[in-house]
Nanobody, 125 residues
Framework: QVQLVESGGGLVQAGGSLRLSCAASGRTFSSYTMGWFRRCPGKEREFVAAVSWSGGTLYYADSVKGRFTISRDNAKNTVYLQMNSLKPEDTAVYYC??????????????????WGQGTQVTVSS
């Protein structure tokens, strides 16, 4: 089992930036795809971005492509989400998640088995 702790959320004006961090502990971080999901008010949780275990493949939802950047530092057991050009519709609780299978070669959005508690991001207009 892996423990995930997100940080970096907050209140920002539209057009601003935030950087979320997710610190992992409890298993070999570098072996697993890591992802960010979010739950917008009144909506289901949705996929935002993911980075493969090697860091070589990145995945993004269409709604954030070109504005958000996911990255990982395996030496620090941390995954990041840099969010630029934020919009009010990006307001959500953002969750860090870890894949349940190590060294997976493809993204399986439904197979993230470990989750953090979430961090609130609020974008004001």
């Amino acid at each position: 089992q892996v423990q995930l702790v997100e940080s970096g959320g907050g209140l920002v004006q539209a057009g601003g930036s935030l950087r979320l961090s997710c610190a992992a502990s409890g298993r070999t971080f570098s072996s697993y795809t890591m992802g960010w999901f979010r739950r917008c008010p009144g909506k289901e949780r949705e996929f935002v971005a993911a980075v493969s275990w090697s860091g070589g493949t990145l995945y993004y939802a269409d709604s954030v492509k070109g504005r958000f950047t996911i990255s990982r530092d395996n030496a620090k057991n941390t995954v990041y989400l840099q969010m630029n050009s934020l919009k009010p519709e990006d307001t959500a609780v953002y969750y860090c998640a870890a894949d349940s299978i190590s060294y997976r070669s493809t993204l399986r959005r439904t197979d993230f088995g470990s989750w953090g508690q979430g961090t609130q991001v609020t974008v004001s207009s």
